[in-house]
């Protein structure tokens, strides 16, 4: 079998219209809408990850505050195409995300997200990453309820809040260290495909890669 090379990085901010319309192409009752500001706050500040094939965006997942100033990031919208489902992509994005959040807002930032019970295969890969249950969510996280297409009336939101222990951010960052030691991960399935995926992500060169090892080995800041 072929083995597909693809590049993982940063959304750059001339892409956001291709990001936006990546989405529109491919609707999914899994991933909420959520007004192009907050796509763009994510690709200004370097927190929107795509997986790109050359030029062509096949994967894409980001980080969005609740709203401003508040101590609670959300990773979310998640997406990755069928085509390259069940290669662990959705882990890969979780732990560079989780780096991003530990370099760009810090440690005491707490790292959530938001999952829809009916959503098993992303339910197992949230809890393999080791987020928790959180119970009492802050009023923020229903800011975009309102007008949620999948809302009902038993439930203020569809989905169920999961909170990152930091020790768990510790874990997330340094297997994303030693998986992009050469610069590349090789992921594989199920059905012995595999997938070789470039990493050009600043935070993981450099001064940046640096702090982050520094993370893992216990520094805070
Ligand atoms: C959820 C999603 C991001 C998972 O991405 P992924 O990179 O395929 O995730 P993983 O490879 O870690 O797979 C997670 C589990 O689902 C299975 N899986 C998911 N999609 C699969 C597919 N199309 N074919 C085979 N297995 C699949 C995997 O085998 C794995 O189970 P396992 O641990 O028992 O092997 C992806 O299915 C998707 O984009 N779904 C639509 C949008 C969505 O639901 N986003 C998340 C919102 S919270």
Known sequence: MQRAKLTLRP??????EKLLAFYKGNPDRFLLPRPFDEFRTAIDRGQFFVLVD???????????DYAENL???????TFVSQSIRGFGLQSVFFNVRIASVILYQG???????????????SLKTTDRQGFEPWTT?????????????????????CCDFYLLPVNKARDAVSSLLDETMSGSITLKNKGGGTIEVRCECAILAGELRKALRGFVDGETW
């Open 71 to 77: 101590p609670f990031v959300e990773l979310a919208e």
């Open 137 to 157: 969510p802050i009023a923020a996280v229903h800011s975009s309820c309102p007008k949620c297409p999948n809302k009902t009336p038993e439930r203020t939101c």
């Open 11 to 16: 959304a750059r901010p001339d892409e956001a």
């Open 107 to 121: 440690p005491s930032v707490r790292i959530t997200t938001a999952v829809d019970s009916r959503n098993g295969h």
């Open 54 to 64: 050359g030029e062509e965006i096949v994967a894409a997942s980001g980080v969005f």
